[in-house]
Nanobody, 126 residues
Framework: QVQLVESGGGLVQAGGSLRLSCAAS????????TGWFRQAPGKEREFVAA????????YYADSAKGRFTISRDNAENTVYLQMDSLKPEDTAVYYC???????????????????WGQGTQVTVSS
């Protein structure tokens, strides 16, 4: 059974930092790529960042560039999202997702991811 489990969310003041983790079981992240998405109340899910497991290339949404860093730990089968200089508008449920097949699009589109975690809440107070 495949599971992606996010952790590390919480309440932080504006300007603070959080590190989210996404641990996989039942699959190996080495297959293709892992992404982070978020969904704020009343808004659509949006892409945050993605990382290829082969080569480690990354891609960020404009809202995340310069503040967030996605990384991977092959040995731990875990992907991280380091979030610095957090803003109230970063408040959302954050989801990790894995795509285990090759796609020509980079970053992969949301609907192309075939496994999703349950999400972790991030709340940034002003």
């Amino acid at each position: 059974q495949v599971q992606l489990v996010e952790s590390g969310g919480g309440l932080v003041q504006a300007g603070g930092s959080l590190r989210l983790s996404c641990a996989a079981s039942g699959l190996t992240f080495s297959n293709y790529a892992t992404g982070w998405f978020r969904q704020a109340p009343g808004k659509e899910r949006e892409f945050v960042a993605a990382i290829r497991w082969s080569g480690g290339s990354t891609y960020y949404a404009d809202s995340a560039k310069g503040r967030f860093t996605i990384s991977r730990d092959n040995a731990e089968n875990t992907v991280y999202l380091q979030m610095d200089s957090l803003k109230p508008e970063d408040t959302a449920v954050y989801y990790c997702a894995a795509i285990t097949y090759y796609t020509s699009t980079w970053p992969p589109r949301g609907y192309e991811y075939n496994y999703w975690g349950q999400g972790t809440q991030v709340t940034v107070s002003s």
